[in-house]
């Protein structure tokens, strides 16, 4: 093997290793977001429920028409 063969050989397994290392970065941030976003999923529903209750709980008080949401209601200034 020649010494420019030995020099090509060498850049690409540094590469390769270069690669290598990136890839297993990149995997390890994925599995972290996935991670993230689970635990943001399960958040939304908590805070959906808690909607849907404390909606259910003003309409059985009065306080709230029944299928009235706070997006159909007009501001004060209105």
């Given at each position: 093997?020649?010494?420019?063969?030995?020099?090509?050989?060498?850049?690409?397994?540094?590469?390769?290793?270069?690669?290598?290392?990136?890839?297993?970065?990149?995997?390890?941030?994925?599995?972290?977001?996935?991670?993230?976003?689970?635990?943001?999923?399960?958040?939304?529903?908590?805070?959906?429920q808690a909607?849907?209750?404390?909606?259910?709980?003003?309409e059985e008080?009065?306080?709230?028409?029944?299928?009235?949401?706070?997006?159909?209601?007009?501001p004060p200034?209105?």
């Open positions: 093997m020649s010494s420019r063969e030995t020099e090509q050989l060498v850049e690409l397994q540094t590469q390769l290793a270069y690669q290598e290392d990136l890839l297993n970065a990149l995997n390890d941030r994925v599995s972290e977001q996935d991670g993230e976003l689970r635990i943001l999923r399960q958040q939304l529903r908590q805070l959906a909607s849907r209750v404390m909606r259910e709980t003003m008080q009065g306080l709230a028409q029944p299928g009235f949401t706070a997006d159909m209601e007009k200034h209105y």
